[in-house]
């Protein structure tokens, strides 16, 4: 079975984005006093080779490094600072929309893809007597509890309709592969887009795939 809905946020997915939004606020005064730091060692190691080196008054020297050691330590607690903003943004306009898309897949046969050109995992879910589901990417490599005979796939937006955080719910048991298809063979098979489902049985899926 596929099936594909919305529904609000559960009480644990909350917590998990309120507890990412609280790290975040905690890092802001931390990566300034980090990226201040780090300025000043660089900046300071430069200022001594270039004192040993040069016939230039250390006053001068001293001048030229403290000013572009403020830009350059500027620009880039900016650009830290800028991306943390966005994630603390996006991570609150998710809590307000508080709606979680959700692809729910149990099966109990799945083949897998060997993995080519660091595109992830891939596998075909059989969901019913006559439909595979494809599932590709790299959240999806093998692990203890996955692949699985009953997942769901939680994606959560922000209000401008931008992915902000995604999560893999194992709910069943491990499943294991009944048989894996290498990469020469994959190369020949035109793999629809994650989640897509196409009519047939695993046996077949070769032909069905075939380009």
Not at 85 to 103: C, E, Y
Not at 176 to 196: M, N, V, W, Y
Request: charged share 30%; aromatic share 10%.
């Amino acid at each position: 079975m596929i099936d594909e809905f919305t529904r609000p946020l559960s009480q644990a997915e909350r917590r998990t984005l309120e507890s990412q939004a609280a790290r975040f606020e905690r890092d802001r005064p931390r990566l300034k006093r980090s990226m201040q730091l780090s300025a000043v060692g660089v900046i300071g190691v430069l200022w001594l080779l270039t004192l040993l080196a040069s016939n230039t008054d250390w006053r001068i020297i001293t001048a030229f490094w403290a000013v572009l050691g403020g830009v350059i330590g500027y620009w880039a607690w900016r650009e830290q600072a800028s991306g943390i903003n966005q994630r603390l943004d996006a991570i609150r306009s998710a809590l307000v929309r508080n709606q979680a898309d959700v692809v729910r897949i149990q099966s109990d046969a799945v083949v897998e893809f060997e993995e080519m050109n660091d595109e992830g995992a891939a596998y075909a879910f059989q969901t019913e007597e006559n439909a595979i589901a494809l599932v590709v990417g790299k959240e999806f490599y093998s692990d203890a509890r996955f692949p699985n005979t009953d997942f769901s796939v939680i994606r959560v937006y922000d209000g401008r309709g931008e992915l902000a955080e995604f999560w893999v719910s194992k709910d069943g048991e491990k499943l294991e592969p009944i048989r894996r298809i290498d990469a020469t063979t994959k190369r020949r098979l035109r793999l629809p887009d994650s989640f897509a489902v196409v009519r047939g049985r695993l046996a077949d899926l070769e032909r069905i795939l075939a380009l």
